[in-house]
């Protein structure tokens, strides 16, 4: 990255390096030898515009088309956007909306948007996902969007009454494309809702295994504002939600349309307070390495101890917090997940037997490193049998701790 992506300023500055890792979500089939790709990870923060930032692009295709995350494997993830699908109709006037998603993945939040009666449409560049979602009844097109994309189904689809585009904003490189193809398609009085990892959380947190290649940007309302001011768009009203370690949704109407709430200020005021100068950046960058440093502790001296430890949940986080700490499958015996589509397969760079949940009771380690923390409570209370047979978790943000 030479220039901000909102802003294009070039004064980006520097304020982590963990180092060179595998993609995120680049499973490895069992026997490949092809050694997986690394990148720099780096994160940059804008002077200028605020916005935090990777230092490196890795081409969309390579990241998205063959796509192993999928929304519904994450129950917790279809309740939540069951809840979004019911807010979004109290929020609309319109009785029969045209809802269109951008990064739609296998379809869950449009199935529980048609259920409440809506005209729907995905927008899913995963090739697989697209047909799935397509299969199961939510018309998907496989597609990256973008402006171009956005006056084609102007043309053939009208204007959508609502847009919504979840942990996608982040994602995108020509996030100003994006916005503006939002522009192009939304109806006069149209709501584009959008939720993404908050950086404000990420960095009180110390959620850096959140930071991988998928995640270009590490947003915040400032910037984000100024992008959808070039194309006369307002954010109204915006709340702060639990999912992915904390997240912001932000809903978004053409200057003018809606009544901007008092939360939007509140937050641009404490935002504006959290991450100005410096000073919490160089706090997070400390932050993370004392992280590494506690859980790696943690490891070996259970290990030291003959302790047999697994992971739970083949997180694209997991890339990132296993390869910065050099936990490999020396350390991790196998990652038990609930995703068909990355069971039998091996974690990037580490190369950890991805195997179906049940292997935690099934094969009994002594611990298992909660990977997918996000998900702690749901996956404490469906793990009794195991809790019970003597097994515990690892909670690894944002210090390594034992629980229950
Ligand atoms: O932005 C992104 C977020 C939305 O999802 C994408 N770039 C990639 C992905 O990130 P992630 O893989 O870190 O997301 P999750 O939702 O934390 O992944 C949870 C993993 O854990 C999934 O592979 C499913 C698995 N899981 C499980 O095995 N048992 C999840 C739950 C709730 C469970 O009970």
Partial sequence: MERCRICESTALWCFLDLGSTPLANALVYPGSDDREARYPLELLRCEECGLVQLSVVVRPEILFRD????????????????????????????????????GSNDGTLLRAVARRGARVLGIEPATALARAATAGGVESLNLFFGSDVARDLLTDRGPADIMVANNVLAHIDDLPGVIEGVATLLSERGIFVAEFPYVLDTLERVEYDTVYHEHLSYLALAPLERALARHELTVFDIERISTHGGSLRIWVARAGARQTSAAVTGLADREQRAVSGRGPFERFAREVANSRDALRAMMSGLRSEGARIAGYGATAKSTTLLTYCGLGADAIEFIADSTPAKQGRLTPGTRIPIVPEEAIVERRPDYALLLAWNYAERILERSTAYLRGGGRFIHPIPYARIIP
Avoid: C, K, W
Wanted: aromatic share 16%; hydrophobic share 45%; glycine share 2%.
């Fill in 67 to 102: 796509y192993a995350y999928s929304t519904s494997a994450s129950f917790p993830m279809v309740e939540h956007f069951d809840g979004l699908a019911a807010e979004i109709f109290q929020r609309t006037t319109v009785a029969n909306p045209f809802v269109l998603e951008v």
